[in-house]
């Protein structure tokens, strides 16, 4: 059963502390997202990996956020120092995009930061 | 860029038919998605319009018309289970090939 994993599910820190969020994508996809999910914002794109390398990211605060994937099989993103308004739930997703034949992305569960 | 809008709500009864509407403004996509989210779920694909027309997957279709910058997400036979919320989605052309933005999503609430 492929699935994208994440972890941690859950996750409170203080602020000003390092987080760090991992994604295990499903086997044999070549991309993966990392999103931040508010009410306000909706689902905000904050990076984009093609064959491990980084796309785009313009959607991610530099000054604190980075995102990493160190191997096929793990994706990193790590907020440093952390900040209230970083409260929100992390998704990562992973997809097959070949041309235009395919759009659909796996979500993981998400992690669920809350940063006091 | 891209932007996508939707409804921020939608409300209708069991049984009914209700459509999801998103308007588009983006410099080329390859197609439009739709995904589905539960509250405190994470989203899970639906739909996928490369082509203008409709495609119909069971009680769930989906339109797309380039021309007019729009699709839409029909529900038919509406279940209780239905209540989720609705992303529209676009994969965009150009320097972020595959990059997926999403519009801010449609709360559907079906009450019996």
Redesign the interface.
């Known amino acids: 059963d492929a699935r994208v994993t994440q972890t941690p599910r859950h996750k409170v820190t203080e602020m000003g502390q390092e987080v760090t969020m991992r994604c295990q994508p499903i086997l044999g996809h070549n991309t993966v997202f990392w999103y931040r999910q508010t009410m306000m914002q909706g689902l905000e794109l904050l990076a984009y990996f093609r064959n491990r390398a980084p796309l785009d990211d313009s959607g991610m605060p530099k000054d604190r956020f980075s995102a990493e994937m160190p191997d096929a099989t793990l994706a990193t993103l790590k907020i440093q120092p952390s900040e209230p308004r970083d409260s929100a739930v992390y998704f990562c997703a992973s997809g097959l995009v070949v041309g235009s034949g395919d759009a659909e992305a796996f979500f993981g569960q998400g992690t669920r930061l809350t940063v006091v | 860029g891209q932007s996508l809008e939707q409804p921020s709500e939608v409300t209708a009864v069991e049984g009914a038919i209700v459509q999801i509407n998103c308007t588009y403004q983006t410099s080329g996509f ?2 439009l ?1 739709w ?1 589905q989210q539960h509250d405190g ?5 639906l739909s ?1 319009n ?1 082509l203008d027309g409709l495609e119909e997957t069971g009680r769930f279709s989906s339109f797309l018309s380039r021309s007019d910058s729009y699709g839409y997400l029909l529900l038919q036979e509406l279940q209780m289970k239905d209540s989720a919320s609705y ?1 529209c ?1 676009v ?1 965009a052309l150009g ?11 449609t709360k559907l609430s079906v009450k019996p």
């Open positions: 390859y197609g998605s995904y779920g994470a989203p899970t694909f996928y490369a992303f989605a994969r320097g972020s090939q595959g990059n997926l933005i999403f519009g801010k999503g």
